[in-house]
């Protein structure tokens, strides 16, 4: 069974720093596409950033684009997301998630962790 397990979140002042951890297991999780989402109060769920499981191809959502990073080393570590220059509308609730589709960049993934929340305020 594919389990997920986020940490990292936290409060941070705005212009700060964060970086998020997902470790994955119970699958080969040879092909997937792993992820990071987030959802505020009020507000619908969206895909963060995406990373095939080699760790090659990468998505971003054009909100984070250049203020947020998605990588793992290898096959054996988790993926991360360092999150830099946050902003207040970056606070939510973080989630990792997992899907054996390739190149996979919407909101329904197949797997999920409890999520992380991270709150961005001065």
């Known amino acids: 069974q594919v389990h997920l397990v986020e940490s990292g979140g936290g409060l941070v002042q705005p212009g700060g720093s964060l970086r998020l951890s997902c470790t994955a297991s119970?699958?080969?999780?040879?092909?997937?596409?792993m992820a990071w989402l987030r959802q505020a109060p009020g507000k619908e769920r969206e895909i963060v950033a995406a990373i095939g499981w080699s760790g090659g191809t990468k998505y971003y959502a054009g909100s984070v684009k250049g203020r947020f990073t998605i990588s793992r080393d290898d096959e054996n570590t988790p993926v991360y997301l360092q999150m830099n220059a946050l902003k207040p509308e970056d606070t939510a609730m973080y989630y990792c998630a997992a899907t054996p589709r390739s190149y996979y960049y919407g909101v329904d993934y197949d797997y999920w962790g409890q999520g992380t929340q991270v709150t961005v305020s001065s």
């Open positions: 119970g699958s080969t999780f040879i092909g997937y596409t």
